[in-house]
């Protein structure tokens, strides 16, 4: 059986993690921050997989982070999880870790109620290193997962084509045309469009 990563507490949680994002923001506003960098996008549903542990734990050694931190927004980490199941859905996963131990306890975790893992149950989740180098905001109501880097432009090639080793990563428009729209009923998704455009278009 793969070894399950350490639940977290508030003492243990880096002071950056929820400085990073606006967790009481949903897209398609700005939900970072901090918007300095660039973002890529990846379809919500493989937020869980073996391919998106690779890929948080390549910018886990690109940034020198210890730790990949997860939150459950939504269902509450503390209000839903820990009031239910006695702990809270924020999990540390040592950046080294193995993607086993990752995508068994998004998948089987709560163990009294495996309905409620957050790869089923979860409808907005984040991720983020320790660093603050980068962090990623996923919902699925959009089917959208966005990850914002602030890191060389090396770095973004490399997960743009090597889809394989990580997940299909895509700019904008392909994101809101490949994924976004199959999911936002048809008279809400130009102005869903347009404010994507707003908020993300931006890279620096």
């Not at 490399?158 to 994101?175: C, K, R």
Request: charged fraction near 20%.
């Amino acid at each position: 059986m793969p070894s399950s990563p350490p639940l977290t507490n508030g003492a243990s949680k880096p002071a950056a993690f929820p400085d990073e994002l606006w967790i009481n923001h949903r897209l398609p506003r700005q939900v970072f921050s901090s918007t300095i960098g660039w973002f890529l996008f990846f379809e919500y549903g493989r937020a869980f997989s073996e391919g998106a542990w690779r890929l948080f734990a390549r910018l886990a050694r690109e940034f020198g982070d210890s730790t990949v931190w997860f939150k459950s927004i939504e269902p509450d980490a503390q209000r839903y999880y820990l009031a239910n199941f006695g702990a809270a859905a924020e999990f540390a996963f040592p950046a080294a870790g193995k993607e086993d131990d990752y995508v068994t306890r998004m998948h089987k975790w709560p163990p009294t109620s495996a309905v409620d893992a957050v790869a089923y149950r979860g409808d907005i989740a984040a991720w983020a290193g320790t660093t603050g180098k980068w962090s990623c905001w996923g919902e699925r109501q959009s089917s959208l997962c966005v990850l914002c880097v602030s890191g060389p432009e090396r770095l973004r090639k490399e997960l743009i084509l090597l889809p394989d080793d990580y997940v299909p990563l895509v700019l904008l428009g392909d994101a809101l045309r490949d994924i976004a729209s199959r999911e936002i009923a048809m008279a809400d998704f130009d102005w869903f469009a347009q404010q994507m455009q707003r908020s993300y278009a931006v890279t620096a």
